[in-house]
């Protein structure tokens, strides 16, 4: 379920990693603060990998795979510390059939290393609790701090961490406490003005959605995995005798694994709910799964005897690799579309509309701004293209279609052929220019679909530019 798409296309956002890590160092540090808002520490480290083992597919997702791998051996030992000796298994299996950890495995971005890190933080607070060493406790703030240079939204996970030293904090002490709770902010300070810049253009990087409520209530109980373990269950019992027997939980346990699975998910509804920024997006979801995990593994522990346990669990696996196994990483076929392109385009100064469906692109300035429209076509850079490229707005709106007028006067309307390469169909685009064109003579060909990826060539057969 994880390996076999690693090979396939990059989609968008694997694009902007290799576009961020594309020139030098320096620039990779830069394209990362200013165009994802985000600490460089992944990028730093994946244009450290693209020296060592060039910017192909495999180069850039194998180190999430590795570090994935890692992180699922980590909620092991975190799950023997909190549960029965019957849970781990059901927990790390539960969590390798997750459809957000499957794609994040072989995802050339910051999650893999962000969800490796949170639980090695969760890790650390477990030993920290039990043990008062303080060594745990340096590396407990260590990896907190390193999940939030990862991603700053995985610090929403950490809601878990604060009810569990709440719930401990007698055995503590407060001078320990303290100490942990003091070396993280010392580590994550250096952050703050980057967090205050995200939230500056927050409304710019803001995707409306409008299931909000679904969406949440799916997060917080995954219906594929309702109904795998549902089907599990029932088909344990027509096998043989099941029973139902509380497993048990290392004191405070239940209260760090239910605080780090809701957590997340509340913290993203919440800002979508009442704010003009949406983030309610699966990506971010990511940091709720060793949580949801380790609370559905405990449940599962719960059946008796041990062979309906194992039943649920392979209803679990099959469940994932049927609805989430596959070749392909996302739906952008930007590789295929590339080799479409050349085939379509052998002059240089053909135009190329290429609309990469990033949000920034409704904003006229970065169309029109010469680096930001780099950006904006990020997937150049795994896979350039032939021609002259130019891109394309996120959808339509009235700046858009004054962008689009323009841009017929001014570059269109003097050529005999150009190609448009829309990552979202839905958007009018094609439909726009077929009728903006018609009457100069332009014809509309489709020259295919590379998942979500459309090509589409506009000529004027020979003859109609002199007319």
Do not use: N
């Not at 029973?243 to 048990?248: E, H, K, M, R, T």
């Not at 039943?311 to 099959?318: E, G, N, Q, Y």
């Not at 392109?341 to 990469?356: H, M, N, R, S």
């Amino acid at each position: 379920m994880w390996v076999p798409p690693i090979t396939s296309s990059f989609w968008i956002t694997e694009a902007i990693t290799s576009w961020i890590t594309d020139d030098g160092f320096e620039a990779a540090v830069d394209r990362a603060r200013d165009y994802q808002g985000q600490s460089p520490t992944y990028f730093a480290l994946a244009w450290l990998v693209r020296q060592l083992f060039g910017g192909g597919e495999i180069a850039l997702r194998m180190p999430s795979l590795l570090v994935l791998v890692l992180g699922t051996l980590l909620l092991f030992r975190l799950a023997k510390r909190l549960f029965d000796d019957d849970v781990p298994m059901i927990v790390i299996a539960t969590f390798a059939s997750m459809q957000t950890v499957a794609f994040a495995a072989v995802d050339a971005r910051p999650y893999a290393f962000a969800t490796t890190a949170l639980i090695a933080s969760t890790l650390f607070l477990c030993r920290f609790v039990d043990q008062h060493r303080r060594w745990d406790g340096v590396l407990y703030a260590f990896f907190t701090a390193l999940t939030i240079y990862l991603h700053f939204l995985y610090a929403f996970a950490f809601v878990g961490h604060a009810l569990y030293l709440y719930r401990h904090r007698s055995s503590l002490g407060t001078r320990a406490l303290a100490g942990v709770i003091a070396g993280t902010g010392l580590l994550i300070a250096p952050l703050v003005p980057l967090v205050f810049d995200l939230l500056e253009r927050r409304a710019a990087l803001s995707v409306p959605r409008f299931d909000l409520v679904p969406a949440f209530l799916a997060a917080l109980a995954p219906p594929l995995l309702i109904v795998a373990i549902g089907a599990g269950a029932l088909a344990a019992r027509a096998i043989g005798r099941l029973d139902v027997q509380p497993a048990s939980a290392r004191d405070g346990g239940l209260l760090l694994v239910i605080g780090s699975f809701l957590g997340p998910p509340s913290a993203l509804f919440i800002i979508s709910l009442f704010s003009d920024t949406s983030v309610f997006q699966d990506r971010y979801l990511l940091a709720a799964a060793p949580g949801l995990a380790s609370f559905t593994g405990w449940l599962i522990g719960w059946l008796r005897p041990a062979r309906a346990r194992a039943v649920v669990v392979t209803a679990l696996i099959l469940a994932g690799l049927l609805v989430f196994g596959g070749r392909t990483h996302g739906h952008d076929g930007w590789r295929e579309a590339a080799i479409r392109v050349g085939e379509l385009v052998d002059d240089p100064a053909t135009p190329v509309l290429l609309q990469g469906g990033l949000v920034e692109s409704g904003q006229r300035d970065w169309l029109e701004d010469p680096e930001r429209a780099q950006y904006l076509m990020a997937p150049l850079s795994p896979y350039p293209m032939e021609g002259e490229p130019i891109p394309l707005p996120y959808v339509m709106t009235d700046v858009a279609e004054s962008y689009l007028e323009d841009l017929v006067a001014e570059r269109l309307d003097d050529e005999d052929m150009f190609v448009v390469v829309m990552r979202y169909p839905f958007v009018p685009f094609v439909l726009w220019l077929e009728a903006r064109l018609k009457p100069a003579g332009f014809r509309h060909s489709f020259d295919g679909g590379f998942g979500q990826i459309e090509v589409h060539t506009f000529h004027r057969p020979s003859g109609d530019a002199d007319a």
